[in-house]
């Protein structure tokens, strides 16, 4: 998953709007905005946190400085603990070229002490977009670890995974109905990448991303072909 890889699979897929998510961190974040300049791929800084209730939550935002500064607060709510590369491989940080400059030695496979409305509300007073992660999984998703998607949690959009499509989900799930829907590969890996998710959007921000999914404007999202907006 070196930029540059990444970048010229999502030229492949036709892709032209990209998120990074790293788990817990979001130290590669810099090298992939860099690899993107010019590329006509906009990439929007982020990161997948997992709360102490052990549910992921995507968290997005426009600006490096942005990501960097919530990147410190996630860093101060999780445990003081090494990682164990001999379970969980080396934490590389690498350059715009791919290259290695650091490796993060802290265990970011993890829980931060920070609670799902902790998380949401924070990304929003740092003008940043939080949308569950992968909420058809039977782990790490809002509904399988809490039960439900609370009424006062303020999202508009939530992500499926892979393994649905958004008929399916909303048949599995009828609270989804109100919330709108995106889909994305989660990517680990470069074959994992995919083309579902289309944003009608005036520009690649978190506030057109957010009225998007909020349908209005004239602003909208699909997934799989199929208008995936919310019954508001």
Same mark, same amino acid.
């Given at each position: 998953?070196?930029?540059?890889?990444? !970048?010229?699979? +999502? =030229?492949?897929? /036709?892709?032209?709007? %990209?998120?990074?998510?790293?788990?817990?961190?979001? *130290?590669? #974040?810099?090298?992939? !905005?860099?690899? +993107? =300049?010019?590329? /006509?791929?906009?990439? %929007?800084?982020?990161?997948?946190?997992?709360?102490? *209730?052990? #549910?992921?939550?995507?968290?997005?935002?426009?600006?490096?400085?942005?990501?960097?500064?919530?990147?410190?607060?996630?860093?101060?709510?999780?445990?003081?603990?090494?990682?164990?590369?001999?379970?969980?491989?080396?934490?590389?940080?690498?350059?715009?070229?791919?290259?290695?400059?650091?490796?993060?030695?802290?265990?970011?496979?993890?829980?931060?002490?920070?609670?799902?409305?902790?998380?949401?509300?924070?990304?929003?007073?740092?003008?940043?977009?939080?949308?569950?992660?992968?909420?058809?999984?039977?782990?790490?998703?809002?509904?399988?670890?809490?039960?439900?998607?609370?009424?006062?949690?303020?999202?508009?959009?939530?992500?499926?995974?892979?393994?649905?499509?958004?008929?399916?989900?909303?048949?599995?799930?009828?609270?989804?109905?109100?919330?709108?829907?995106?889909?994305?590969?989660?990517?680990?890996?470069?074959?994992?990448?995919?083309?579902?998710?289309?944003?009608?959007?005036?520009?690649?921000?978190?506030?057109?991303?957010?009225?998007?999914?909020?349908?209005?404007?004239?602003?909208?999202?699909?997934?799989?072909?199929?208008?995936?907006?919310?019954?508001?």
């Amino acid at each position: 998953m070196l930029p540059e890889f990444i !970048l010229e699979r +999502a =030229q492949e897929l /036709g892709l032209d709007l %990209l998120a990074v998510t790293d788990h817990n961190s979001a *130290e590669n #974040v810099a090298a992939m !905005l860099k690899a +993107a =300049q010019g590329t /006509g791929i906009a990439v %929007l800084p982020g990161m997948e946190v997992q709360t102490r *209730e052990e #549910v992921h939550l995507i968290c997005l935002f426009d600006t490096l400085e942005q990501v960097t500064y919530w990147q410190e607060l996630v860093y101060a709510h999780l445990p003081r603990l090494k990682n164990k590369e001999n379970v969980f491989g080396t934490q590389v940080v690498l350059n715009a070229e791919g290259e290695a400059v650091g490796t993060n030695d802290r265990l970011l496979a993890t829980s931060a002490s920070l609670s799902v409305d902790q998380v949401v509300q924070r990304v929003r007073d740092l003008k940043g977009l939080c949308i569950p992660s992968h909420v058809d999984r039977p782990a790490y998703s809002l509904i399988a670890n809490l039960g439900f998607i609370p009424p006062d949690l303020e999202v508009v959009g939530v992500e499926i995974s892979h393994l649905v499509g958004p008929k399916e989900a909303r048949a599995r799930f009828p609270q989804l109905e109100q919330y709108s829907l995106v889909a994305s590969g989660d990517a680990h890996r470069l074959k994992e990448m995919a083309r579902r998710t289309t944003l009608k959007m005036d520009e690649p921000t978190v506030a057109e991303l957010a009225l998007a999914l909020a349908g209005t404007g004239g602003r909208g999202v699909w997934v799989d072909g199929i208008q995936s907006l919310g019954v508001r």
